[in-house]
């Protein structure tokens, strides 16, 4: 119950594409979902993050979608460039007891150019 | 922008040594972290810290697993008889529960080479 499942394990997108990133959780206790981007031999960094009160949730060009009776989210990232390419993690955390992160699987996107 | 420091940045051990992490946490977060990442896997939790304590550890955080907070602004994960398996890149974090969005900073990780 504690598992965040993410797919795809990898993507490939053109240049200006839309890449589309899906996880999904069975823990309702989740209240926090934040989306890292990290690229390679660095820590992961915060992307974009919602709480399941809203829907949806846009920075620039990045856009998460929540559908919280489905208990299912997405990364959006609109106009895809080179320099995202990178290692995308969802993660789920509970603001009760030590909030610690469950990440999903990973992941890596390539865009071509 | 505060960050999450860590050293080494990589770390090369023999099998049975013990090792010791380092991290220089956000100095008003209040819970510490240590997560790990084995090449091409998901990252996952070890420990948390919080008041000077554990709160909560997961099933790879061992008895060979220690973690300790020295002084006001070091936190170290030791690991005292290292294996093959524990090669991964180690990651701290911190956070200030009191920050929904930005609350959760990850250092740039300690590669840990066991051979």
């Known amino acids: 119950q504690q598992q965040v499942k993410q797919s795809p394990q990898s993507l490939i997108v053109q240049k200006g594409g839309i890449s589309i990133i899906n996880c999904a959780y069975e823990n309702t206790a989740f209240d926090y979902f934040p989306w890292y981007q990290q690229f390679p031999g660095k820590g992961p960094a915060l992307l974009i993050a919602i709480r399941p009160d809203v829907s949806e949730k846009k920075e620039g060009r990045f856009t998460i979608s929540f559908n919280k009776s489905a208990k299912q989210f997405s990364l959006h990232i609109m106009d895809s460039q080179p320099g995202d390419s990178a290692t995308y993690f969802c993660a789920a955390r509970t603001r009760q007891g030590a909030q610690k992160l469950v990440f999903g699987q990973g992941t890596r996107l390539t865009i071509n150019p | 922008e505060p960050e999450v420091t860590q050293t080494p940045s990589h770390q090369v051990t023999q099998m049975g040594q013990e090792v010791i992490l380092r991290c220089v946490p956000i100095?008003?977060?209040?819970?510490f972290y240590w997560y790990r990442q084995i090449l091409g896997q998901k990252v996952e939790f070890l420990v948390s810290f919080y008041n000077n304590e554990i709160s909560e550890k997961s099933e790879i955080f061992d008895d060979q697993f220690s973690v300790e907070r020295p002084d006001g602004s070091n936190f170290t994960l030791k690991i005292r008889s290292t294996k093959l398996e524990d090669s991964a890149m180690y990651f701290c974090?911190?956070?200030?529960?009191?920050?929904?969005?930005?609350?959760?900073?990850f250092g740039s990780g300690t590669r840990l080479t066991v051979v």
């Open positions: 974090a911190s956070s200030d529960p009191g920050l929904f969005r930005d609350g959760y900073t």
């Open positions: 100095s008003n977060h209040l819970y």
